[in-house]
């Protein structure tokens, strides 16, 4: 019988020594732990590491050199001390891992490819009239999308996200695109890409997306609203997204501006210009009354139930509505702060591309 | 002025034996990679160099003597420079010799028992395992001139070192740190470092020790 302790070496870390991303299964929760800190805290150390994750200096080091050798975190530039040697922050390297997310509008459906921070390397709009009703013209979309990467960059895909509306809501063009059956959507996905494919409900995805890399990055429980054709919210505790009803929303959303502005023959983005005439001023501002009761409504109904001091409103909207908007729920409930969403390109595709993210690389 | 203290153990290239030159030819203190790792550090650090030319993992010598083993050396070594707050291993290169015909993952057992005989002894603040480091030595050069003979096989298996002592590290959770991505052996001899290499290599060593993390210091003395 031989003495165990010598018996052949048992890697704690399962790293590929080959270049190139690990298989989806392998990564155990403390190189989660890791990934999960370094994106809400760049340009950290290892000792900050081990404090904030509890883990020991031996271990720290195996992980982050293994995360080093796949390349999903870099050194930082040295910072020259007083004393001693210089110290080395670690962040993510933004071309360590890539992940396209595809969203499905009221008119059209949209692509976003983002790097490992969040940053969205390509971005695109295809409105409905221009699609195959096939997820083979989605598969060759999303396709359009990778080859902006370059050659070596493909093999750093993390995967696709598919953000979706509720059956309820969903259009009969959508339907037409995706077909009734999801999974079918995604099994011709991962197999004409060779990518896993992830599907989430659009709003939650959103959130996601928000908290991942967005406004809310370093927030534990915040309240999310979704400003798009009608207004969604979510519940973030700890870090974890909750739906209610899932299919409840109100309709004070952008719908409902759009149509007003309609019979006055603007849009939103006319929202704001010089020659915007008053009537439809007072349509704009009679709006954002009645959006604004909405959202503090529910706001305060929460806050006899749960403690946040955060509320994150993600929307496509012109900024100048966004912002208006926020400024009127500043006034009305001055507690709380109200903080834009960071990703306005396409809250819910760039919600969809972090999907892949979350199930492979963070604490869940 | 509190101290933190790091045991360099090691062979004749922590020793600091010059390249090419006679077996008492050896580097000052301030060109010795432990000499330049002090004064990378500063005052707050207590480097103790501990390198014997021909020190094996866990092997008696049959032709240098039973004292090149670094395992029976390592207990009452670490044992007498306590307390150390580190312990950098760095060997291998000697394990390589054709009389001890062992592959480079025999090799990394050998510095998994000292990892282990360590932890048995415990010579860190408080009776606890001190941080350990392993740093797999510069791969040996082909052409090793008249040590051709000692040294047969050697080249090729000392380029697997890094991988199999990586491994161990990882099996084991301590540092890690691959010498030959600083620096590389003087044609001299084909295994021995010359000034530039250990200038290279004990500011590497540095910066590794640093990013390990050193909270503030609570103990006395």
């Not at chain 1, 339907?175 to 009734?180: A, E, I, T």
């Not at chain 2, 600091?16 to 010795?32: A, K, V």
Request: aromatic share 6%; charged share 20%.
């Amino acid at each position: 019988m031989p003495d165990m302790r010598f018996a052949p070496p048992n890697p704690l870390r399962i790293a590929d020594r080959a270049s190139g991303l690990n298989a989806p299964t392998v990564r155990s929760y403390n190189e989660r732990l890791v990934l999960s800190l370094l994106l809400q805290s760049s340009g950290i150390s290892r000792l900050e590491i081990g404090e904030k994750t509890g883990l020991s200096a031996q271990t720290v080091s195996v992980i982050v050199r293994s995360l080093e050798q796949e390349a999903l975190v870099s050194k930082g530039e040295a910072q020259r001390g007083r004393v001693g040697p210089p110290t080395i922050p670690l962040s993510l390297n933004p071309e360590g891992t890539f992940s396209v997310g595809v969203s499905f509008g009221e008119d059209a459906t949209n692509v976003a490819l983002i790097d490992f921070v969040g940053k969205v390397r390509y971005y695109a709009a295809h409105p409905y009239s221009s699609l195959q009703e096939s997820s083979a013209t989605i598969a060759a979309k999303i396709e359009e999308g990778l080859s902006t990467l370059p050659p070596d960059s493909r093999t750093r895909v993390a995967g696709i996200g598919l953000a979706v509306p509720d059956d309820a809501n969903t259009s009969g063009q959508i339907r037409k695109l995706l077909g009734r059956d999801l999974a079918d959507v995604q099994a011709n996905i991962e197999r004409r890409l060779g990518l896993s494919v992830y599907i989430q409900n659009e709003i939650t995805a959103a959130a996601g997306g928000e908290s991942l890399f967005g406004m809310a990055r370093s927030l534990s429980d915040f309240l999310f609203f979704y400003l798009g054709s009608r207004l969604h919210s979510r519940l973030i505790l700890n870090y974890q997204i909750h739906s209610g009803r899932s299919d409840l929303s109100h309709d004070v959303g952008l719908l409902a501006l759009l149509q007003g502005l309609k019979k006055h023959g603007l849009t939103l983005s006319d929202i704001g210009s010089t020659n915007f005439p008053d009537a439809a001023g007072e349509l704009y501002a009679r709006w954002q009354e009645v959006c604004c009761r909405r959202i503090s409504v529910s706001v305060r109904s929460l806050l006899s139930f749960v403690n946040f001091k955060s509320v994150v409103l993600s929307s496509y909207a012109p900024p100048v509505v966004a912002h208006d908007l926020c400024e009127s729920l500043n006034k009305e409930l001055p507690d709380i702060s109200f903080l834009l969403g960071a990703n306005s390109t396409a809250p819910k595709a760039i919600g969809a591309a972090s999907l892949p993210y979350h199930s492979r690389f963070m604490v869940q | 002025m509190p101290m933190r203290s790091v045991l360099c153990f090691g062979d004749s290239n922590t020793h600091g034996q010059i390249p090419g030159r006679g077996p008492l030819e050896r580097f000052d203190r301030h060109t010795r990679w432990p000499g330049v790792l002090q004064s990378e550090l500063g005052a707050s650090w207590y480097v103790i160099e501990e390198g014997l030319s021909g020190r094996t993992t866990v092997h008696d010598d049959p032709i240098e003597g039973a004292h090149k083993n670094g395992r029976t050396y390592l207990r009452p070594c670490a044992q007498s420079h306590t307390v150390l707050d580190l312990v950098i291993i760095m060997l291998g290169t000697n394990d390589l010799k054709v009389r001890f015909n062992k592959p480079a993952s025999e090799v990394a057992m050998g510095i998994g028992c000292l990892i282990y005989d360590l932890r048995e002894l415990a010579p860190g603040p408080g009776g606890s395992v001190p941080e350990i480091m392993i740093v797999a030595p510069p791969p040996i050069l082909d052409d090793v001139k008249e040590w051709k003979s000692i040294f047969a096989g050697a080249p090729e298996k000392s380029r697997q070192l890094a991988l199999e002592f990586e491994i161990m590290a990882d099996s084991l959770g301590v540092h890690f740190f691959n010498a030959g991505s600083v620096c590389s052996c003087d044609a001299a001899d084909g295994f021995h470092l010359n000034a530039e290499a250990h200038r290279a290599l004990g500011a590497a060593l540095a910066q590794e020790i640093e990013a390990i993390g050193w909270p503030a210091q609570e103990r006395k003395s």
